[in-house]
């Protein structure tokens, strides 16, 4: 069974650009949560999705935000981009909520 | 605030030695607790989980022991080998509800042969 995919793996914007990044859930899952990744504050949950709704939201700005659509896969979108969002995304799914969350390879965002 | 503190922030250990990871919580509505092991370049790969309702698990060379009382839990990495050199993290929910993960700092292992 394959993973967790994202895409794009690596990005590089500036500041004020906006970016949005994409989610492929394990197949037969149906709840996806994402993660912020820094060196500094270490690993932050951002937003967690069943069922096309949002279920649960870490304390990001509304800049950040997120959907999911009818196959599971998820985007997110982060609007406005500050040097401080430069980090690790990182995608988990998980069979239904509660469950042991599997994580994808990330993409590493870098804002100029 | 950071929910769990996990300690040391790394440790190097000869081959063939133990590593023990500690991490604490103060969410007594905590009842799941993984820990994942991460690779540079990779995401955190689920290693081992323990829910409340038991003081220990062991998978192969890894072991999870729980403290309830004490709200706090550990891992321990037996006959550690140069390819379990990684960084790890532990993590906690509340599985019955509200599910995301809480994570420790992490914890950067480094196995020396």
């Known amino acids: 069974k394959a993973g967790v995919t994202q895409t794009p793996r690596y990005l590089i914007k500036t500041r004020g650009q906006q970016v949005t990044l994409s989610c492929s859930p394990i197949s037969g899952h149906r709840s996806v949560s994402w993660y912020q990744q820094t060196p500094g504050q270490g690993l932050q949950f951002l937003f967690e999705y069943f069922s096309e709704t949002q279920r649960n939201k870490g304390n990001f700005p509304g800049r950040f935000s997120g959907r999911q659509f009818s196959n599971s896969r998820s985007e997110m979108n982060v609007s406005t981009l500050e040097l401080g969002d430069s980090a690790l995304y990182l995608c988990a799914s998980s069979r239904v909520e509660g469950d042991t969350q599997y994580f994808g390879p990330g993409t590493r965002l870098t804002v100029l | 605030q950071q929910q769990v503190k996990q300690s040391p922030q790394s440790l190097i250990v000869q081959k063939g030695g133990i590593s023990i990871i500690n991490c604490a919580y103060e969410?007594?509505?905590?009842?799941?607790f993984p820990w994942y092991q991460q690779f540079p370049g990779k995401g955190p790969a689920l290693l081992i989980a323990i829910r409340p309702d038991v003081s220990e698990k062991k998978e192969g060379r890894f072991t999870i022991s729980f403290n309830k009382s004490a709200k706090q839990f550990s891992l321990h990495i037996m006959d550690s080998q140069p390819g379990d050199s990684a960084t790890y993290f532990c993590a906690a929910s509340r599985a019955s509800n509200d599910y995301k993960l809480s994570f420790g700092a992490g914890t950067t292992v480094t196995v020396r042969a």
């Open positions: 969410n007594t509505a905590f009842d799941y």
